[in-house]
């Protein structure tokens, strides 16, 4: 492959088929690298955001490019400001959840050591710029980590995104090796390798590691990227990282045009150093984290004529959002930990009546009567119960009108807003400023009705505030002695351009289905700069759909502290037995007249919502990973102040007008052991009092289960002593053959003692849950009889294990609860494995009969398809080609075929 020239379609074909699999995306395929439109729109979307100097430059870049002047006119027309009706509101809510930024609060599984607070926040920046399509400089000053953060990211990349490379690291020579020991040390999985050496030891390096693509990470020094610049100008890098970036600071410098010349997605620049007024310094800066804005040197010089302060300053303020500049007296001062407190509220009585009415519409849904309810129709009264514990008010219709008026209806009529009131008040005596943050726009126009009542000078925010608009809100809120007292925002109408450190109290009036979204929201007060202590206070409406929704944000959040894969399972969307569970809690009491709660002491409530928030907080974080991931709430479900309903008569909870039909209870795998004994015990309404301390001890619980293909002979023997222990406290079953075993029970004999322990060590022990269910998706994947395959997939044990627990799990597997269940899905999985055999090796010899199959493939349309064809014949032959070339079995083929699409400049 020269250096001169890109190699063709037809001649990657000819290449080893798993090397064009795994590894065709790191090399570039055009001269000119080309526009992403998805991505450009994005940014610039972004940036218009932040300040009005970026209008200019990408008008002027718009004047030139009718590309660019109609990703600009896209997002103008689509930032129209407006309120949003109640129906346009509802379909954004329903909106899936993908597109929040993850956050971590601590350090990254990945990493093999703790990095310090103030690291986890530099790499939850650059999460951020990442995400929003952007470039940036990393500058805390020597001795913060700054490398730590940089493999840290570059970890998130590989762990979560699932992308390995191509990155390659540009470095001062003395710390290359430093660079490689630094990602061993952190991040061995990931392959770095250092390109240094004579000319000889470079070129066989670049032949047999770089060119057959052996690596995620080149790190080479200034001098070699400039003399084997035409090796790295065939990749397409996913990240060009520079230490010590001083060296791009001179845009004339040869590094500086040779490093402009490289095909890459993001660059990030390190410094140690403070940047300097210098205009041109910081125009080559600018012109290199975003080329595709600063592009132009006429139009800086035309509108930058002048170097002065106020130039430089506004240079600066262009600069601010993509640099993080540190310096240790910031950090060792450190953030003061937010408190956060969850503020459990009940509900009024306009609000329990529109409650109620929903639950009523769709009565069947509610309890479950109909097996196959869409996911939709549940989401949609979710959403509607959602709406109702925010403000009646949402729903058109029930605010009291025409005429419509702005007084104390509106704030006696929400238990919210009952309670912001009175927050507010005791906020503003004590000199704090407040953020409020709702899913719901039309909540926030709720809220400015209120503020303008109450007289509270206030700020907005929402996804569809103009550019201009959100830049001098922000610039209102934080200018010194500002007399804005409230900023209301959107969730995710945050960001990383959003610093509101001038306010210490985050009121968040509803939870987001992602608890990252409002971990971000807390970070927009939250964060270094902020001097005071930060409160921030959940509104929970109690007993009802939004104490499940916490609930589940809860396990979720904990799941990312401890698991941290690709779309992790803890990102899972709410499933329909989810759903359905989260509208019944609470639902049978809305039928019930309560006090009136609009007279309770705050104070009082505060307290209480703190031993609350507290009972939950050491609820979840008590559990490990592999108890989050079984854990479910059914169990509180159906509990309202203490009653559990679901052992209350069905015809007990009628006030509906209709029967209530308690939803099947979910199945549970069963397991061996007797966890509820002492509720079996609990339940015979005998006094247990005269039990003494000195009682018969009960057996030692057996925490095995029917995967794990343990001998008959132990249950037996278990169950015998559970009946004897039964019989030595008097226990009497309601079941007749139970009372009987009971009766007939005997302790076990020393012989019967000892082949049960002996017993014990002939199962699969080492097999808990998730290894049997991962054994099942694995012989799913690629079929029984592949052992070494499947075994790749468990790490933590040898292929002859698991041959071992095949043999027997194929032996033995209708001992399993519900076996029919598992080995259909494994047969399904290997009728899928022979199908696509037969397709991969029917396309291979339809190619093989062409030498240049991209022209010469010949294709057969059905004559009703004439008509109805999507693509030509050309782009046929182009989609066959690459289905090929990637794999029809490869995981993403489809996402490595359009790829391709865009790069290719002919379609």
């Known amino acids: ?44 979307k972004y940036l218009l955001g932040l300040t009005n100097l970026f209008q200019h430059f990408i008008e002027a870049k718009a004047n030139k490019d009718p590309q660019i002047k109609q990703i600009l006119n896209h997002i103008t027309e689509t930032n129209k400001k407006r309120r949003l009706t109640e129906k346009e509101e509802d379909e954004n809510l329903l909106k899936d959840d993908s597109a929040t930024v993850m956050e971590f609060i601590d350090s990254p599984s990945y990493i093999q050591g703790k990095m310090r607070p103030y690291q986890v926040q530099g790499l939850n920046w650059l999460i951020n710029l990442y995400e929003n399509h952007l470039s940036g400089i990393l500058a805390d000053e020597m001795g913060l980590g700054k490398t730590l953060q940089t493999i840290s990211f570059l970890g998130y990349l590989r762990f979560i995104h699932k992308i390995n490379g191509p990155h390659i690291v540009v470095a001062p020579k003395s710390t290359l090796d430093n660079w490689l020991r630094e990602f061993n040390r952190w991040i061995p999985d990931i392959n770095a390798i250092v390109l240094q050496g ?53 845009e004339e410098s040869l590094l500086s045009q040779i490093i402009r010349l490289f095909h890459s997605k993001n660059r990030l620049l390190i410094t140690g150093t403070p940047l300097q007024n210098n205009l041109r310094e910081l125009w080559a800066l600018l012109n290199f984290i975003l080329p595709d804005v600063f592009a132009d040197n006429e139009s800086f010089d035309e509108w930058f004529k002048e170097e002065d302060e106020q130039v430089i300053r506004q240079l600066h303020k262009v600069l601010k959002p993509f640099l993080l500049r540190r310096i240790k007296a910031d950090v060792e001062k450190s953030l003061l930990p937010k408190k956060e407190l969850n503020v459990y509220i009940g509900m009024t009585e306009l609000q329990k ?17 109909n097996k196959k309810e869409s996911k ?88 569809s505030t103009d550019h201009s608009d959100r830049i001098k809100a922000i ?122 709660e609009s007279e309770l002491d705050i104070e009082e409530l505060l307290k209480r919502s703190e031993e609350k928030t507290q009972e939950l907080n050491l609820k979840y974080a008590k559990l490990n990973l592999n108890a989050l991931q079984h854990f479910s709430n059914d169990e509180s479900v159906y509990e309202w102040n203490g009653v559990d309903f679901k052992k209350k008569d069905v015809n007990a909870i009628t006030n509906i007008g209709h029967a209530w039909i308690n939803p099947g209870k979910r199945e549970r795998k069963e397991n061996y052991s007797i966890d509820m004994y002492y509720k079996d015990v609990l339940n015979t309404g005998r006094n247990t009092s005269n039990i003494g301390k000195s009682g018969p001890k009960p057996p030692k619980q057996l925490n095995i289960f029917d995967h794990q293909f343990f001998p008959s002979k132990l249950w037996e023997l278990h169950q015998l002593q559970q009946n004897y222990y039964k019989k030595q406290i008097n226990f009497k079953s309601q079941d007749e053959l139970e009372q009987k075993e009971i009766e007939n029970s005997r302790p076990l004999t020393e012989e019967e003692l000892k082949l049960k322990e002996s017993l014990l060590k002939e199962g699969y022990s080492n097999w808990n849950r998730r290894d049997f269910h991962h054994f099942i998706s694995t012989c799913t994947k690629y079929g029984r009889n592949s052992i070494p395959l499947i075994s790749l997939e468990f790490p933590d044990k040898s292929e ?90 490869s995981s993403d083929v489809y996402e490595k075929i359009k790829e391709t699409i865009q790069d290719v400049q002919h379609y």
């Open 800 to 889: 002859d294990e698991v041959r071992q627990y095949a043999k027997a799990f194929w032996k033995n597997y209708k001992l399993i609860d519900g076996y029919e269940k598992f080995i259909n899905q494994i047969e399904q999985g290997e009728e899928k494995i022979v199908k696509i055999k037969i397709q991969k090796e029917a396309l291979r010899r339809k190619l093989s009969q062409y030498k240049y199959p991209l022209q010469e493939l010949v294709l057969k349309y059905p004559p009703t398809s004439t008509n109805k064809k999507l693509f030509s014949e050309e782009e046929d032959r182009f989609l066959l080609v690459q289905l090929y070339r990637f794999g029809i079995d």
């Open 475 to 596: 610039d209102e809120y934080n200018e010194p002695n500002s007399k804005k007292f409230i900023f209301l925002l959107t969730t995710r109408a945050g960001g990383l351009g959003i610093n509101l450190t001038t306010a210490d109290v985050v009121v968040l009036f509803d939870s987001d289905w992602n608890p990252q979204a409002d971990l971000q929201a807390m970070d927009r007060a939250h964060r270094i700069g902020q001097t005071k202590q930060v409160k921030v206070f959940r509104f929970i409406t109690e007993n009802a759909i939004e104490e499940k929704v916490l609930e589940r944000a809860t396990q979720k959040l904990r799941l990312d502290q401890l698991v941290i894969q690709g779309q992790r399972e803890s990102g899972k969307p709410a499933n329909k037995n989810e759903l359905l569970n989260m509208i019944q809690f609470g639902a049978a009491d809305v039928f019930k007249d309560e006090k009136n």
């Open 198 to 250: 004579d000319k000889d030891e470079r070129s066989n390096l670049i032949k047999q590691k770089i060119m057959t693509c052996e690596f995620d990470v080149v790190i080479a020094s200034y001098e070699i990227v400039i003399r084997e610049k035409a090796t790295f100008k065939k990749f397409n890098w996913e990240y060009i990282i520079i230490d010590e970036a001083h060296r791009i600071k001179n």
């Open 376 to 463: 939709t129709r549940l989401l949609n009264i979710v959403m509607q119960l959602r709406k109702c514990c925010n403000h009646p008010y949402l729903f058109e219709g029930v605010e009291p009108g025409p005429p419509y008026t702005t007084d104390e209806h509106l704030v006696y009529n929400s238990q919210k807003l009952l309670i912001l009131d009175k927050m507010l008040k005791k906020f503003k005596a004590e000199g704090s400023r407040v953020l409020i943050f709702s899913q719901m726009s039309r909540l926030l126009d709720i809220l400015e009705d209120y503020c303008f009542f109450r007289q509270y000078q206030y700020c907005r925010i929402d996804g």
């Open 353 to 369: 009546n529109v409650y109620k009415k929903i639950l009523e519409k769709d009565i069947d849904a509610v309890n479950g009567a």
């Open 1 to 44: 492959m020269s250096s001169e020239t890109t190699p063709s379609l037809d001649d990657i074909l000819k290449e080893d088929v798993s090397f064009t699999d795994n590894k065709s995306k790191y090399f570039t395929t055009t001269e000119k690298q080309p526009i992403d439109i998805s991505r450009t729109k994005s940014r610039f």
